[in-house]
Nanobody
């Protein structure tokens, strides 16, 4: 199971740190990713971190978001800075595989608005 948390309402330019706690032994042996789904849009990939901590980001968040992981805690993180209204979405984490290894959780809502 996956439990994402840390979302909320923030003003443009603000920051949030999302966490994703995973159960089981799948987490540490898989590349992990954060995804997001805005209203009326398909879920999209945002950031990925490999098992060796290599990272990559969708162009729209490069330089603003940072993905990290703590395998001892089975937890992935997404530090989001300089948030923009277009970052508003429900954020999810899962393995960076097709299909993802976990059942999708509830996600955490991020709303960027003044």
């Amino acid at each position: 199971q996956l439990q994402a948390s840390g979302g909320g309402l923030v003003q443009p330019g603000g920051s949030l740190r999302l966490s994703c706690a995973a159960s089981g032994s799948v987490f540490s042996v898989n590349h992990m990713a954060w995804y997001r789904q805005a209203p009326g849009k398909q879920r999209e990939w945002v950031a990925v971190i490999t098992t060796t901590n290599l990272t990559n980001y969708v162009d729209s968040v490069k330089g603003r978001f940072t993905i990290s992981r703590d395998n001892a805690k089975n937890t992935a993180y997404l530090q989001m800075n300089s948030l923009k209204p277009e970052d508003t979405a429900v954020y999810y984490c899962n393995t960076a595989s097709s299909p993802p290894r976990y059942i999708w959780g509830q996600g955490t809502q991020v709303t960027v608005s003044s």
